[in-house]
């Protein structure tokens, strides 16, 4: 027996005749039944009797043979048994769309009917896996995609509704219309190249989880209207956030609105975007100043004097000087804080920073205690002398104000404050000085 089996599963086995193969198709071994129906050179016929088998591993051998007719496929898409038709889900699915076509006209019926049956099939791990197999083909038969993709499964229709390219836009939106559900509308919102008319619908339904997939995919074409009523819903769903700020296209107003409510850490990002236009960038920086707490400009600073700017650049010049020869350290800077007055004390802590007394000015006026712990970090001063700042130059009051670590160390991480200087000096860049 060993012998027969040897013989019947060697790579380099020699051919089996019509007499003999018929023989063996009847053995009382199963071994030897399951080996016949293994190989890919025997007869049609054999194989389609063996597809009749009543032990199931010898269906199953048959199930997953390429050389097994389609009318025996279309007997083992019914099987009783499950593996037996998973495998034949698995095998089908993928031979179905590669017939020549010479073979459509003969085989085809065969074949479409036993998907047809699959697609039918009660245990949804078959439906399932047939949808999977059949998710990539261009040349799947459309009516079995339309079938598996409105499958009351999501297992089985979220694979066609993400990938097949058979499916059209009609097809999705009825989905989206007469099959809602978050796991059916994220699996078209994933789609690649999703047009604007199924983007439109997705947003109408207001899933949250679809939207936010839909914003993720940077494929999808989503019209200036449609992204404004998200952004404007946006602000009590924190999920669409940060896909919205991350955007390839992201027009001004939005990305100004966006600016007043999502997290700090979302308006770093929009800020530091480096395909923002510097319109854009201007509104976004607009946008932050208010939200610091009012509309921070030439208008709106704290009165430091009839004519402060005139001054605070006169104070700038100065202190410019003093830093190219060392002379400004935290000393000189309380100093002046002590005895010439906040426009100088700004215009110092801006030379020493190395930035604009205005981004100072803005930190200041807005009372931000991140922002003077920043300025105090990017000017080289101490932890300890940052409280100092934040008291009597920002008239922060001692509640707020952010204190150095018990290790005596900054109380933000070194990327928040170069971050809060980047978003005052950003709001001011288009100040000239």
Not at 172 to 185: C, F, N, S, W
Not at 210 to 219: E, P
Not at 252 to 273: I, T
């Amino acid at each position: 027996m060993n012998t027969l089996l040897q013989r019947l599963l060697a790579a380099d086995a020699a051919p089996i005749s019509y007499e003999e193969a018929r023989e063996l198709a009847n053995h009382e071994d199963v071994e030897v039944r399951r080996a016949l129906a293994q190989r890919d050179d025997m007869v049609p016929e054999i194989l389609y009797f063996l597809a009749e088998d009543p032990d199931p591993v010898v269906r199953r051998a048959i199930a997953d043979n390429s050389a097994a007719p389609s009318h025996a496929d279309e007997i083992l898409a019914d099987d009783a048994n499950l593996d037996v038709r998973l495998t034949l889900a698995q095998k089908i699915g993928a031979l179905a769309p590669g017939l020549s076509d010479n073979e459509k006209d003969r085989v085809r019926r065969h074949t479409y009917q036993a998907l047809a049956r699959l697609a039918r099939d009660q245990i949804p791990r078959v439906r399932a896996i047939l949808s999977d197999t059949l998710k990539d083909l261009t040349n799947a038969p459309p009516e079995l995609i339309r079938k598996l993709a409105r499958d009351v499964e999501v297992a089985v229709s979220a694979p066609v509704l993400e990938f097949s390219p058979v499916l059209n836009d009609a097809d999705l939106l009825a989905v989206i219309r007469d099959q809602p559900g978050t796991g059916r509308l994220s699996a078209i919102a994933k789609r690649a190249g999703l047009n604007a008319v199924v983007t439109d619908a997705i947003a109408a339904t207001d899933d949250v989880t679809a939207i936010s997939d839909m914003l993720t995919n940077h494929g999808a074409q989503i019209r200036e209207e449609t992204l404004d009523a998200i952004v404007d819903r946006a602000r009590g769903v924190p999920e669409w956030q940060d896909p919205l700020v991350h955007l390839p296209r992201l027009h001004s107003d939005a990305a100004r609105r966006l600016a007043m409510f999502v997290a700090d850490n979302l308006v770093e990002a929009l800020l530091l975007r480096k395909d923002l236009e510097p319109a854009v960038a201007v509104a976004v920086a607009e946008a932050v100043r208010k939200r610091l707490g009012g509309n921070v400009g030439e208008d709106a600073l704290v009165d430091f004097g009839p004519n402060w700017r005139e001054d605070l650049r006169a104070a700038y010049t100065t202190c410019l000087t003093k830093q190219a020869e060392g002379r400004l350290d935290e000393s000189e800077l309380a100093a002046l804080m002590l005895h010439e007055g906040d426009t100088t004390a700004i215009a110092a802590l801006g030379a020493m920073a190395g930035i604009t007394p205005f981004a100072v000015a803005a930190a200041v006026n807005t009372g931000s205690p991140k922002g003077m712990v920043a300025m105090a970090w990017k000017a080289g001063l101490s932890p300890d002398f940052a409280v100092h700042l934040q008291i009597k130059l920002a008239k922060i009051p001692p509640d707020d104000v952010l204190e150095p670590t018990a290790e005596g160390d900054w109380p933000l991480a070194e990327t928040a404050m170069e971050w809060q200087v980047e978003m005052f000096c950003e709001a001011e860049s288009h100040r000239a000085l």
